[in-house]
């Protein structure tokens, strides 16, 4: 059974940092590729950044490049998204997706999500 655990979430200020965790189970993990995913109130959920199985691939969406960092830890089965500089607008549930296709158009697994609110 595959199993996606995010963790990390909270609230921050404006400016500050946090680090998200999604701890992998049930999948050979070297051959997924990792996304970071978030949804606010009211919006579309949207790709935040994504890594591939080897880490030699990543992608961001514009309005993260330069404050976020995805990455991953194969021995222990964890992608990490570190978020630097936040901003309001950063406030949403974030999850982490699996998908066995090196630049998947849907995933296959998903977490529960964990939420993340900056206070301005």
């Known amino acids: 059974q595959v199993q996606l655990v995010e963790s990390g979430g909270g609230l921050v200020q404006a400016g500050g940092s946090l680090r998200l965790s999604c701890a992998a189970s049930g999948i050979i993990f070297s051959q997924y590729t990792m996304g970071w995913f978030r949804q606010a109130p009211g919006k579309e959920r949207e790709i935040v950044a994504r890594?591939?199985?080897?880490?030699?691939?990543?992608y961001y969406v514009d309005s993260v490049k330069g404050r976020f960092t995805i990455s991953r830890d194969s021995a222990k089965n964890i992608v990490f998204l570190q978020m630097n500089s936040l901003k309001p607008e950063d406030t949403a549930v974030y999850f982490c997706?699996?998908?066995?296709?090196?630049?998947?158009?849907?995933?296959?697994?998903w977490g529960q999500g964990t939420q993340v609110t900056v206070s301005s």
């Open positions: 890594i591939s199985g080897n880490s030699v691939y990543t």
């Open positions: 997706a699996a998908d066995i296709r090196l630049t998947p158009l849907s995933y296959r697994y």
